[in-house]
């Protein structure tokens, strides 16, 4: 028995090194046809997995084929409408949109994830803040699904003025408040840097690199503080998506979390498990009672991440 579990694993381990060598097949039948799941088990059984478990694992491979397939339809559905210098207005299977120039069919990809609904159910009559609302994506799809309000927190010029082309009708009736702030965890003023390559959608106040330009100085401020300028009668859902920020606008967020025990999502492809570890340590040190729900998760860089992490609170 011990010999065959023993040579089981060595076989998982064989075709991961085949997997990122990029071969695409062993050229073996019945193996090519278990490739995918396959080479996730294997990545599962060598801890390249992050905070995924093993279910989440060996549904990898098939969420970055809905995620591909996602991308495709938005992508072969998109019609371009008009342009006005810096913004180009699209019609989406969403709706219309407009977004930057600079950004390309860079907003292909966000309206796939909100395809697949990603940060999870939205409950009706929900008040969501939606902190890295970008050209409002979330913020449609949220309202589409039954929320009641949502406050769009972005802080790219860019963006601001496609939030507000985007949604000047939902404004003037009150269902979205855009803020142009960043979160983090107190007042402050901050360097923007944009991306010459990838366009806003990695624009950070906290990440740059030699691709990156110096834009404007930013105000940010705390998600408590937003919530009680707007006075809003309660939060349901937090959803962070800052680019680097996200644990500095969770710590700013610790009067609401204590108040109102929000859901919080994140976008998390990029965190490591000391990220998990310390957004779980900051809400335990706030509510006793959250707990991580993981997924979906993604295949990138040859290893397993959770794509989106989700946080809620469970009484006891």
Partial sequence: MRVWLSRGIAALIGLILVADLGAACLGVGVLCLSYAPTRAAARYILGRHGCCGLRESLSAPQYLERRKAAVDHVQNSV????????????????????????????????????????YGPIQKGDIVLDCGANIGDFTRSALSDGAASVV???????????????FRDEMSRGHVVVVSDGVWDQDAK?????????????DSVVSHDDRSNEGPDVSLTTIDKIVERLRLPRVNLIKLDVE?????????????????????????????????RKIQGQLDSVVPGYQLKVG?????????????????????
């Fill in 79 to 118: 019609h371009k409408i008009a342009e006005d210098g810096e913004f180009t207005l699209w019609d989406t299977p969403q709706g219309r949109f407009w977004v930057q120039t600079r950004d390309g069919f860079g907003f292909v990809p966000l309206l796939a994830e909100q395809e697949l609904r990603v």
């Fill in 152 to 166: 769009a927190i972005e802080i790219s010029p860019g963006n601001l003025e496609c939030l507000r082309r985007n």
């Fill in 190 to 202: 901050m360097k923007l840097y944009t991306s010459r390559v990838l366009g806003s959608g990695i």
């Fill in 244 to 276: 680097g920020a996200e644990f500095r606008g969770l710590v700013g967020a610790r009067e609401t979390i204590r108040k109102y025990r929000p859901r919080i999502a994140f976008d998390s492809e990029d965190f490591s498990m000391d990220d998990v």
């Fill in 296 to 316: 979906p998760c993604i295949e990138l860089r040859n290893s397993i991440r959770a794509d989106i992490m989700r946080f809620e609170y469970q009484s006891r």
